[in-house]
């Protein structure tokens, strides 16, 4: 075969590759935000522009909109460009996850026929990762793009590292930036020097190997850059986060659903049932969940934990007991390894989650396709009465793949399903359960979602945001089917479960304001007025405190004390649209008609859709005389 029909049946091969990605995941393109996508990124104003992309390198709490931080610039970046792209809808963000899957099929196609695969089987194996299920929740979760740029930017630097093992130009600087995508996109970056030495052992000349005397030179200039890169990104890290990895040995055995206080016994022990079942689910991929069930185990003598480790490490060892004799297999496992062992050793509120296999599963390709080379491999010629059998199964697995992530991703379209799904998997996750509450509460459904949110608190009590959302739908249903004094007793729990949240003293509050609206008890205002305000002791000043004081005070009949409230806001530089609606109402009921008309005007000048001024302004044209 010339070079030219070479390289073409290689562009021909790439290009199934892609075109089976994006078949598959197409229909990812009509999903909305879901889960962690609504704080990292719809709700947060910091990738809602592109002139924030110099502060992603600089301040990690563009993060989310929520309190964490993390130090992911490159990922970030993406968001803002998409966030650009597409006016702030998630098409834009979903087409970006469905092309960069392609693309990791396609270089993944290239690691494996740079490691001896023949083009047939290469091919058959990049395109089983293209229309995988188990990527299904890689690709539609948005939140989840920096599995994908971790793998892409890995596979990247892996492949420059091959070139410049090759001797030809350009492969240390395309090491180099593959490295800085994946430490950019995550933290699990930082093992790529580690592949790209197992690379060199296992792809180089025996009589080059990185151990032998007088040969480090050209391992550095390969792999020095990069690891470089590591050392400072960590450096980074340590000065912007206070600490360059994670805390792992001092944690106290406490709850073990949240992370900071799981210990590493049980961790460990829970990973030796989970990651058996991630492994299978990677050979035949049923009872996929975007919150997998976890039977946690926190006893060493349990023999589950014991009888799955001793089958990772069997499994292990079968992968890499041939060493360089066979490379690709070794390199496979290495791979799977080196992207799961940072979250299995550290203890994330999540123990497993499906995005987090995205790398491993190309890595356990890897080995299947080492395998069957080998295999193949021994056997001088295929009988012709069995490549027909053989090219049948082998479309046919990857046709049911490929159905099965397309149905998986018109969950998407809508949160909701996504959670029953994961409900249907198991009921007993209170994670799936504070899901759909929270989605059905989103979209206006506060009796569902108080059902769901309900089920969630009762599976997991301590799950305080689960609670928050279900106070948060209690206080939107009817009064007067008694949900004010459930939505009391909720509140009661919350604050005394964590009394030092503003949202949580707020949400109590807002809980005693409606249980007063029912019984017209004046002692009940005065203490949700009282607590309203304790809010600026825990947190910093906010408007809807005041707002929220002034409401109470002016139910207790005292627009002048109500009055005082609004400008102690606006006072505090606390000056909005709505408060100014509400003033004026206060104004105009203390005889101060001029300055209540203005600020009304005021008001709808500066926010004629918002709901408050709509009320006000409707109430006073409906009052104004004709």
Not at 234 to 256: E, H, I, K, Q, W
Not at 453 to 478: D, G, K, V, Y
Not at 541 to 554: G, M, N, P, Q, S
């Amino acid at each position: 075969m010339t070079a030219v029909a070479a390289s073409r049946r290689e562009l021909t091969a790439a290009a199934v590759v892609a075109l089976a990605a994006l078949i598959a995941f197409a229909p990812a393109l009509a999903g909305v935000f879901v889960y962690d996508d609504i704080h990292s990124i719809a709700a947060n104003p910091g990738v809602h522009s592109l002139a924030n992309v110099p502060r992603f390198f600089v301040d990690p709490t563009l993060f989310s909109c929520n309190s964490g931080a993390m130090y992911r610039p490159v990922l970030l970046a993406t968001f803002a460009f998409d966030w650009w792209r597409g006016g702030g809808g998630p098409l834009q963000f979903k087409l970006t996850n469905v092309l960069l899957h392609a693309a990791a099929a396609v270089l993944l196609l290239r690691l494996l026929r740079a490691g001896g695969v023949r083009p047939a089987l290469a091919a058959w194996a990049a395109a089983l990762f293209a229309v995988h299920p188990l990527a299904s929740e890689t690709v539609n979760l948005v939140s989840a793009r920096s599995e994908q740029l971790l793998l892409v930017g890995a596979l990247v630097a892996l492949l420059g590292h091959g070139a410049a093992l090759a001797g030809r130009r350009g492969g240390t600087v395309a090491t180099l930036l593959g490295c800085a995508l994946a430490c950019g996109s995550k933290e699990t970056g930082v093992v790529v020097p580690a592949l790209l030495l197992v690379q060199e052992w296992l792809r180089g000349d025996p009589a080059t190997a990185p151990w032998r005397a007088g040969r480090w030179r050209g391992v550095a200039r390969r792999i020095g850059p990069a690891l470089l890169l590591v050392v400072c990104y960590l450096g980074v890290r340590r000065l912007l986060l206070g600490m360059a990895t994670a805390n792992v040995f001092d944690r106290s055995a406490g709850d073990p659903l949240v992370g900071a206080t799981r210990d590493l016994t049980t961790q460990l022990l829970t990973m030796g049932v989970l990651l058996p079942r991630a492994c299978a689910q990677a050979i035949v991929p049923l009872g996929l969940s975007i919150d997998p069930p976890v039977p946690w185990q926190r006893t060493p003598w349990a023999l589950w934990p014991w009888l799955g480790w001793a089958a990772l490490a069997a499994a292990t060892w079968l992968g890499v007991r041939r060493g360089r004799a066979q490379p690709l297999r070794t390199f496979g496992t290495a791979l799977a390894w080196a992207i799961a062992l940072p979250w299995i050793v550290i203890p994330l509120n999540v123990p497993l989650a499906e995005h987090r296999l995205y790398g491993v599963l190309a890595g356990l390709l890897c080995v299947a396709a080492a395998v069957a080379e080998a295999a193949l491999a021994r056997v001088a010629s295929t009988p012709a009465r069995w490549r027909r059998p053989a090219l049948v199964a082998a479309g046919a697995v990857a046709a049911a793949f490929l159905l099965r992530s397309a149905w998986r991703c018109l969950d998407y379209r809508d949160e909701a399903a996504v959670w029953r799904a994961a409900i249907a998997v198991d009921d007993g996750s209170f994670r799936a359960h504070w899901g759909l509450g929270a989605a059905l509460l989103q979209r206006g459904d506060a009796a569902g979602g108080a059902a769901a949110l309900e089920r969630a608190c009762t599976l997991n009590p301590t799950f305080r945001a689960a609670r928050a959302s279900w106070i948060e739908a209690m206080l939107r249903l009817p009064s007067g089917d008694g949900w004010p004094a459930r939505a009391l007793a909720a509140a009661t729990e919350l604050v005394r479960q964590k009394d030092d949240d503003p949202y949580y003293r707020l949400l109590h509050a807002r809980a005693l304001l409606q249980m007063a609206a029912v019984t017209g008890d004046p002692a009940t205002l005065r203490a949700a007025e009282a607590r309203a305000l304790s809010c600026h002791e825990v947190g910093e000043r906010k408007a809807t405190v005041y707002r929220l004081a002034a409401e109470c005070r002016r139910r207790l009949g005292d627009p002048a004390g109500a009055l005082q409230h609004l400008d102690d806001s606006i006072a505090a530089g606390l000056d909005q649209p709505a408060l100014r609606a509400e003033r004026s109402e206060l104004l105009r009921a203390l005889d101060r008609v001029a300055e209540a008309d203005r600020d009304l005007r005021r008001a709808w000048q500066q926010a004629p859709l918002d709901p408050t001024v709509q009320a006000v302004w409707a109430h006073r044209t409906a009052a104004a005389p004709r």
